[in-house]
C-alpha cells in the first residue's frame, strides 16, 4: 500500500470541499504514479508516438482536476479515473492523426527527452480497433474491461487492481484472461 494513501484521500475531500490549495498538494504526491501509468501506456503505443509521458500526464491531470463532479473515493479510484483518461486521450490523438492526411511528419514532442518506444500499439487504427473492442466489452461486462484498462494500459499489478475494485486477485486472473480471449476473438475477426 503507498504511503500516501490517507493523505491523497485527506487531499481528494479537500479538493471537492473546495480547497485550491489541495490541488497543487495533490498534484505533487500522486505525480510519479501518473506517470507511471503514461509511461505504461506509451510503451504500448507505435515508437514515433508525439505524445511524452508527461505531455500525458498533465493533460489526463487537466482533466481529472477540472471535471465539474469529483466524487473520487480515495488514491486508488483517483489514479483509475486517471488511467481512463489517459485511455482517452490517446484514443483522440489516434483518431485526429488518422484523420490528419499530413500526420507523416509529425515530429515527437521531447518534453522530459525521454523517448518511449517498444512492442504493442503500432498504428492510431490499432490503438482505434483496441478501444472499439473495449468500448463493446464494456456493454458486455464493464468489471472486465475495466480490469483490462488497468492492467493493459495503467500497467497495474493483479494486487493493485484487486485493491482498487474490492475483489479477489483470483477474480482478477480469470476475468483478465476471459477478456483477453474475447478481445483477440474479437479485433481478429
Wanted: glycine residues 6%; contains cysteine.
Amino acid at each position: 500500500m503507498n504511503p500516501h494513501t490517507g493523505e491523497v484521500t485527506s487531499l481528494l475531500n479537500d479538493l471537492r470541499s473546495g480547497k485550491k490549495d489541495a490541488e497543487a498538494q495533490l498534484f505533487s504526491l500522486v505525480y510519479d504514479e501518473l506517470r507511471r501509468i503514461a509511461a505504461s501506456f506509451l510503451r504500448r503505443e507505435r515508437a514515433d508516438h508525439t505524445l511524452q509521458p508527461t505531455a500525458l500526464v498533465h493533460e489526463a491531470y487537466l482533466r481529472l482536476v477540472e471535471q465539474s463532479e469529483q466524487n473520487w473515493e480515495n488514491r486508488a479510484h483517483f489514479l483509475g479515473i486517471g488511467a481512463h483518461l489517459m485511455r482517452q486521450i490517446l484514443v483522440d490523438h489516434a483518431r485526429k492523426r488518422r484523420a490528419d492526411k499530413r500526420g507523416g511528419a509529425e515530429q515527437p514532442i521531447p518534453l522530459d527527452g525521454m523517448e518511449v518506444a517498444g512492442p504493442g500499439i503500432k498504428s492510431p487504427e490499432d490503438l482505434i480497433s483496441l478501444d472499439d473492442a473495449l468500448s463493446k466489452l464494456e456493454g458486455i461486462d464493464p468489471r472486465q474491461c475495466r480490469i483490462v484498462e488497468l492492467r493493459f494500459f495503467g500497467g497495474l499489478t493483479e494486487e493493485e487492481i484487486s485493491h482498487l475494485l474490492g475483489i479477489s486477485v483470483r477474480t482478477i486472473k480469470r476475468d483478465w484472461s476471459v477478456a483477453r480471449a474475447w478481445l483477440h476473438a474479437e479485433i481478429t475477426k
